[in-house]
T-cell receptor, first 112, second 113 residues
Framework: DTEVTQTPKHLVMGMTNKKSLKCEQH?????MYWYKQKAKKPPELMFV???????INESVPSRFSPECPNSSLLNLHLHALQPEDSALYLC???????????FGDGTRLSIL | GENVEQHPSTLSVQEGDSAVIKCTYS??????FPWYKQELGKGPQLIID?????GEKKDQRIAVTLNKTAKHFSLHITETQPEDSAVYFC????????????FGKGTTLSVSS
């Protein structure tokens, strides 16, 4: 079992809904990441938080809003998503932003 | 920016055979090279990594080699088993604060018994 826990495992939402994805780790890691993965493709980096501060935003549309309430938690708030946003959303953490990254099993998101 | 090429895209082997996956990178500043295994319905799992001050690293049936001059690194799996079947991703990074992992496109490994 992975030490990075993501909830929910599956999410179906309409384009006008607001929902949030949650990620939790208790390994004392100080860097946390959001990735998007489409079928048969590698993960694509969206955001990096280092010591609870946003350090990288890979030009992600504003309909995705990350939040890091504390060093163990990472949220991704979703609003007005498009069908092309359907994907597997992966969270990862590392001891520091240059240490090996460990992934959760992701949230499978479907936009109707 | 960094670009990582991975080959082959699919690889089929018989149980007990060896499997080799190769990656090349473009940025000579890259110095950290992890390999991830992703099974269906799961997130990527870090299986082995290597840093640029090391030429080879081994962990039981898995080994990674790095040629900095040629800018390529390879994953070697010996005595393959059906449970090795998965998608494997290589990645490269300068491993400095604020930099990202750049992934290869992935290799689907199928091990038949």
């Amino acid at each position: 079992d992975t030490e990075v826990t993501q909830t929910p495992k599956h999410l179906v939402m309409g384009m006008t809904n607001k929902k949030s994805l949650k990620c939790e780790q208790h390994m004392g890691h100080r860097a946390m990441y959001w990735y998007k993965q489409k079928a048969k493709k590698p993960p694509e980096l969206m955001f990096v938080y280092s010591y609870e501060k946003l350090s990288i935003n890979e030009s992600v549309p504003s309909r995705f809003s990350p939040e890091c309430p504390n060093s163990s938690l990472l949220n991704l708030h979703l609003h007005a998503l498009q069908p092309e946003d359907s994907a597997l959303y992966l969270c990862a953490s590392s001891q520091d932003s240059w240490q090996p990254q460990h992934f959760g099993d992701g949230t499978r998101l479907s936009i109707l | 920016g960094e670009n990582v090429e991975q080959h082959p895209s699919t690889l089929s082997v018989q149980e007990g055979d060896s499997a080799v996956i190769k990656c090349t990178y473009s940025d000579s500043a890259s110095n950290y090279f992890p390999w991830y295994k992703q099974e269906l319905g799961k997130g990527p799992q870090l299986i082995i990594d290597i840093r640029s001050n090391v030429g080879e690293k081994k962990d039981q049936r898995i080994a990674v080699t790095l040629n900095k001059t040629a800018k390529h690194f390879s994953l070697h799996i010996t005595e393959t088993q059906p449970e090795d079947s998965a998608v494997y991703f290589c990645a490269a990074s300068t491993n400095q604060a604020g930099t990202a992992l750049i992934f290869g496109k992935g290799t689907t490994l199928s091990v038949s018994s």
